[in-house]
Structures are given as C-alpha cells and as structure tokens.
C-alpha cells in the first residue's frame, strides 16, 4: 500500500530574490519501503523533506502540488494539525541532530520527554521503553543515565535515531543521518537503520549526497538536480540502468561505501542558482552531452515499469551510458 504521494511538489522560500527550492517533483513511498532522495548540496533535498515533515523554515512555503500521507492531504494542514502527525506518525532525523541533545540532562530524560510529550505514559513505563530503544539501537541500556558528552558522536546520533522510534512512526525521514561521523561509525549506523528497518517495518525517506549510502541502503530513489527530478525509480533498476547523465556522473563521483572515495570534481562545475534558474534541463551546463534542445522544458521518459528519466536524450541512452564510465567525457563538459 502507498504510504506517500508527492505529486508535482513546488516549494518556494520568499526573500530577495525568491528561490524555488523544489520545482515539480513526483513519486510515491510504499509501506516498509525506503526512498532515498540524493543530489549534491543545494540541490533541494532538505527543503523537500522539510516540506514533507510540515517543518520548513517561516520564510518556506508550499507553492504547488500536493503531499498525500496514508490516504490524507496534508499538503496545506494548519501548524496545529501538522504537529498532531508529527512525531506520532512522522518523525525526522536531520543532519546535524546529535548536536541538539541537551548538555545538562541525562539520556534517559530526553527520551522519556520526547515519550511523554506526546503519549501518557508513567515515568517508569517510559524509562523501560528508553532502555528498550538503546538496546533497539545498539547501546548499552544503561547508557540511558549518561550525559550526552559522555557519548561518542556515533552513540550520540544513535540516542537520536532511538529518539525518532520512540512513538513508533510509520514514516521516518533521516536527513544525512550519518555524514557528520567517520565512515566506520557510518557503515555501522545504516547497517543498524537498515536492520530496524525490516525489523519494525516502518517507511523511511533517505536523504543523501553519497549514492553508494542509497545502494547500501534503500528500495527505491529520486535523483534531484537543481530543485528537479532527474531519475526516478527502484535501486536495483537505476544502479543496473541509470539513463541519466547525471545519475551516472554521481555514479563515478562515489564508487561503494567501502571504496575510495573520489571527490565529486568528477563532475565538473556547481548546481544552478535556484534564485535564476534555467529554462531547461537545469543539468544542461555541466552535462557533457547537452545539445541545443537541452534548453527546452524537461520531458520525462518511461525508461522501464519502474523507472523515470527526465532528459531530452541528445545521444542515445546506451551511448550516454557507454561513455560516463570514461573519466575524459567529464573534463570537457557541453563540448558535444
Ligand atoms: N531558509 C531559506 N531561505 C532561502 N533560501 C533557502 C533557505 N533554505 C534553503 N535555501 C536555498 O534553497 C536551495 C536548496 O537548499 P536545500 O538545503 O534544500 O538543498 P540540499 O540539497 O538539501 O543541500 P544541503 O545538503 O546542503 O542541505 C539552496 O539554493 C538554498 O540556498
């Protein structure tokens, strides 16, 4: 059953200029599957998130389409009705949540408030369910009378990932759950979220720049370029077939989990101004395929049943495919 619908999601931030972080992306998350989202930074990955969460910043706001959740519209809920899911049935992980432990309480009170905020549960029964979800989590239970600093940064992000089962949530969003940690610490966090994954068979949204993380990691993926979907589809699909010049240059860009790691220079350039963007493919000026028709509105292909690409195809995919192993067709970007 499909437990999320984001259909053609707009999200705009007001300033000066205005950005529009999200521009049209669609796709759905079906119960006990995990969607990684992954593109560079600034590609609008943490705005759509927030903007699924209903916890973007006061100057964001949701300027099209719409956001189905279990069967309900929550794309325009009020603050208050938002906050009712929230928690309960949402939660979120977010990039730098292992920082925002309180210093001056103990582990266990934390979890136990982030219990009792939302549920009536006695203090003893909520200090049994915050030993529970250390152990759950892969901790000593009786970290739980430890002050955060007496964490490492891994135990620390794990408190947090505990925090966020806390109240058994259908949907979790884990935004670069693990990117502040060394890659040792790193592995053995996604192996944990992946096994509490099928263990509790809740839905998770990935959010990541590191590709190898979603093949570790998810079912299914959206690759955002410039507030944009690029590709869409299950893993297995993209990581056997990805069309898209994009897909295939983060592709090259992170190697495995386990591999080295190679900087994303191998894609030359940076992603667009979203203050200014392109008419077209927003790809268009670092993608060493483009060709005039590039500056046309995306289109989006059916490459397969489960799998989206939104590219004008300058050369055929299977050259595109062909050719984005080669180190030198990245140097010369829009040469062809
Ligand atoms: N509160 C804000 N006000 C104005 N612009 C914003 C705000 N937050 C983000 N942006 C802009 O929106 C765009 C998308 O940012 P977002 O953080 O969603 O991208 P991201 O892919 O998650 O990158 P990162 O991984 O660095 O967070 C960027 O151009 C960013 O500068």
Known sequence: MTLLEVNDLHVTY????DVEAVRGVSFTLEEGETLGIVGESGCGKTTLAQAIMGALPDNGEITGGEII??????THLSNRERREIRWERMSMISQSAMNSLDPVYRVKDQIKEAIQEHRDMSDSASYERARELMELVGLDPDRVEDYPHQLSGGMRQRVIIAMSLALDPDLIIADEPTTALDVIIQEQILYRIKELQRELGNSMVMVTHDISVVAETCDSMVVMYGGELMEYGGVDEIFNEAQHPYTLGLQNAFPSVEGEKR???????SPPDLSEPPGGCPFASRCPFSAPECEQPLPTVEAGENHQVRCHEPIPFEQIRNRSTEDETWLSPNQH
């Open 14 to 17: 007001s300033g000066d200029p």
């Open 69 to 74: 959740f279990d069967g309900e519209d929550i």
């Open 263 to 269: 900087d994303l220079t191998s894609i030359p350039g």
